[in-house]
């Protein structure tokens, strides 16, 4: 999606005009929600077809390539006295859409337990992705749900390399947490149960004390979080 339009509205009147452009209740918006919208012409004609995100001073409005120009000619022929400025961002800001089975958990593993407030469609937060700051959109369109991602351009690599990394992670966890039944049920049979859930808890604490606690980085954080999944492994045995 890194082709995709973005207009910016500010001023003081931008949600009742765009209320009165397009198919939507903008007026309702408050800062941090979006919705999903037509906008047409004086004959219903559809001109562009966007997700409007509010923020504090401005809606921004989502589009595919290629509509920001025909929008903002639509929209400027109406702005008379209104206190509305429209502006072009489809050069600063690139768009992902991330969706999956799992995406909520691999998501979570690169902003944390914030992607709980991401629960309603079109609802958006602003997080911090490897010292980039990176809009995160709850996305109801795919058929399994998923989050569009907003970032300046130039950071797209960066984003791209720390989503797939998480989505690394987690399978390499799944791999630890299946191995961790095989290796624990081996040890319960020649230490006994106890034993075994002691050697679990031993290795549990390990990981959180020794290198979660003192992880600053991908690998250890990586080797940390495999490690309480071997563990959480032996519980399931």
Known sequence: LRNWSTVRAAGNDRATFLHNMCTNDVKRLTAREGCEAFFTDVKGKVVAHGFLLARGDAIEIVMVPGTAGRLIAQLDRYIIREDVALSDKSGDVAWMLLFGE????????????????????????????????????????????????????????????????????????????????????????????????????????????????????????????????????????
């Open 102 to 237: 799992r995406v909520g958990t691999v998501l979570e593993q690169v902003i944390g337990a914030g992607v709980g407030d991401l629960a309603t469609a079109w609802v958006h937060r602003t997080f911090d992705v490897a010292g980039v700051a990176v809009e995160a959109v709850r996305c109801e369109l795919p058929w399994m749900g998923g989050f569009l991602l907003g970032c300046p351009a130039e950071s797209v690599p960066a984003i791209e390399a720390t989503l797939v990394a998480a989505g690394a992670a987690l399978g390499i966890m799944s791999i630890f947490n299946g191995l961790g039944r095989l290796v624990w049920g081996s040890v319960s049979d020649k230490l006994g149960r106890k034993g075994a859930v002691l050697s679990m808890c031993a290795v549990s604490i390990f990981a959180c004390v020794g290198v979660l606690r003192t992880a600053h980085s991908f690998i250890p954080l990586l080797i940390g979080l495999c490690l309480v999944g071997f563990s959480y492994g032996g519980y399931l045995t």
